[in-house]
């Protein structure tokens, strides 16, 4: 995900013209500033088409000989490179570029370092992109006026340290970036910024402190575009279920079921924990409806933890209906599962617990207690959420 910043960019409500419409204008400064919009533009379709309309542009716009309006021509012509594959080329329009950062000030120096910053990055040599990165700190950093793209560099800055895999200077960076935003007042960039860095959290795997900074964005996830959105739900279920809260952990779970982009495996484990946690919340209302539905599903999943999780759901939907016998088969088949991907501490637990219930139910004491022993040996030996301590 890039977050470049691109203060040269025309506001959204500037007119884009088709590549046709800027075709057929005869050469000029406006047809120049039309293909730049264009190419800036969300709607752009890279093609070799473009990429000459660009290079006329260049031959036209170098006869004034002004940095402020060379510059910002060779590095789209540079980004248009990257697109169509030609990295090589890319970096060579980026060094032609690099020479007019010198004579340039203020937002001219900005959007050309943001510029350089962002080919360096997509062409893959991260060692430049750092260094236009910190170039850009140093042009923006105690300029109020230029606030929001240095909140968008030090962003980068943060998939930059990711890539080249300096973990240890995420936090602080992030740190700086959301003060800055907030001092900005811009709460459109507060929340992305928020979201940007719980998307890199999960890719370091600190699923908690994600946790911490997602659950703070829940008004807006519903309605905001983003890659990870079931990651982001996925983490919210699976922490309030670690702590007990099983009445948000079931609302999140139901969302990962409903999104579209889910794929079939993290559908039918939502809809597991849907079951497991309607079971605790005794609310049972829709649970035919919730096993019906995993019936549909395949259980060829690809790790330990979602097999036992699917054999777990169905054992608590057997005990709610009164079905104990089925429930102990399915509770004892699923203890019994193993897999090359490892073990699943917290569902065995779950599983013995669930065991030594029925027996108890049954009055089959001496068997209850051996299955809460079991439990208990398991508890010791591993780190497991509040509600199974």
Do not use: C, W
Not at 183 to 199: G, M, P
Not at 271 to 279: C, T
């Amino acid at each position: 995900m890039s977050f470049s910043a691109k203060p040269q960019q025309h506001s959204v409500s500037a007119t884009i013209a088709s590549l046709g419409e800027i075709k057929a204008m005869p050469a000029s400064k406006e047809k120049v500033t039309q293909l730049m919009r264009y190419a800036r533009s969300p709607q752009v379709i890279y093609t070799n088409e473009l990429k000459h309309l660009m290079e006329d542009a260049l031959n036209y716009i170098s006869e004034e000989n002004k940095p402020e309006s060379v510059a910002p021509v060779i590095t789209v012509l540079s980004i248009i490179e990257i697109n169509l594959g030609n990295l090589e080329e890319a970096q060579l329009q980026a060094k032609k570029a690099e020479v007019y950062l010198p004579k340039l000030s203020g937002r001219y120096a900005v959007g050309l370092a943001s510029d350089l910053t962002r080919i360096y990055t997509r062409s893959g040599d991260l060692d430049k992109a750092m260094f236009y990165n910190g170039k850009l700190e140093s042009l923006t950093k105690d300029q109020p006026e230029f606030i929001i793209p240095r909140v968008l560099n030090l962003r980068n800055r943060i998939n930059l340290e990711l890539r080249k895999g300096e973990n240890k200077n995420l936090q602080p960076i992030y740190k700086l970036a959301l003060k800055l935003a907030k001092d900005s007042k811009n709460e459109e960039l507060i929340r992305d910024t928020r979201f940007a860095y719980a998307q890199v959290l999960l890719s370091t795997q600190n699923e908690k402190e994600a946790f911490e900074i997602i659950k703070e964005l829940i008004p807006d996830l519903d309605n905001t575009l983003i890659d990870r959105k079931a990651a982001f739900f996925e983490i919210l279920a699976k922490n309030y279920k670690d702590v007990g809260d099983y009445k948000n952990a079931f609302v999140f779970y139901k969302k990962i079921y409903n999104l579209p982009e889910s794929p079939s495996q993290q559908r039918s484990i939502a809809l597991a924990n849907m079951i497991l946690s309607s079971f605790e919340l005794k609310d049972y209302d829709n649970y035919d409806e919730y096993f019906r539905a995993l019936k549909k599903y395949q259980d060829n999943y690809s790790t330990i933890i979602a097999l036992k999780t699917r054999k777990l759901a169905e054992g608590k939907y057997y005990e709610a209906v009164r079905k104990p016998n089925m429930a102990l088969k399915t509770y004892l088949t699923g203890y019994q599962i193993k897999h090359f991907t490892g073990k699943a501490p917290r569902e065995d637990i779950a599983f013995q617990l669930a065991i030594a219930g029925i027996y108890a139910d049954d009055n089959e004491s001496k068997l209850a207690k051996t299955h809460v022993n079991i439990a208990e040996v398991l508890i010791k030996k591993n780190t497991v959420p509040i509600p199974l301590k």
